[in-house]
């Protein structure tokens, strides 16, 4: 079984900040990527911004300039920096991971979530 949780969000005002942490434990051999998408309400979940394990980020571009994606491979977790927020940044957001097990199958968990609500 491998776990997956998300923490840090929280209510936040227009232009304010925040930081989403991930952390996974389980059966990993290793992971490969790790991701967050976010889901608002009434739309499809949506790539927010993505990290191969070898290092290469990627960003939707309604946050590039203002999220910044981190990790730490040894600890199996990954962040998110959130500045300059946006009404429209208020979503449920989801930590994705792509890891492969100990026969080296590859295998996908996602967290439960933390809801992010940027308002005034």
């Known amino acids: 079984q491998v776990q997956v949780v998300e923490s840090g969000g929280g209510l936040v005002h227009p232009g304010g900040s925040l930081r989403l942490s991930c952390a996974t434990s389980?059966?990993?051999?290793?992971?490969?990527?790790m991701a967050w998408y976010r889901r608002a309400p009434g739309k499809e979940r949506e790539l927010v911004a993505r990290?191969?394990?070898?290092?290469?980020?990627d960003y939707a571009d309604f946050v590039k300039g203002r999220f910044t994606i981190s990790g730490d491979n040894a600890k199996n977790t990954v962040d998110l920096q959130m500045n300059s927020l946006k009404p429209e940044d208020t979503a449920v957001y989801y930590c994705?991971?792509?890891?492969?097990?100990?026969?080296?199958?590859?295998?996908?968990?996602w967290g439960q979530g933390t809801q992010v609500t940027v308002s005034s």
């Open positions: 994705h991971v792509n890891f492969s097990s100990a026969l080296g199958y590859h295998y996908n968990a």
């Open positions: 389980g059966r990993i051999r290793s992971i490969n990527s």
């Open positions: 990290m191969l394990s070898s290092g290469p980020t």
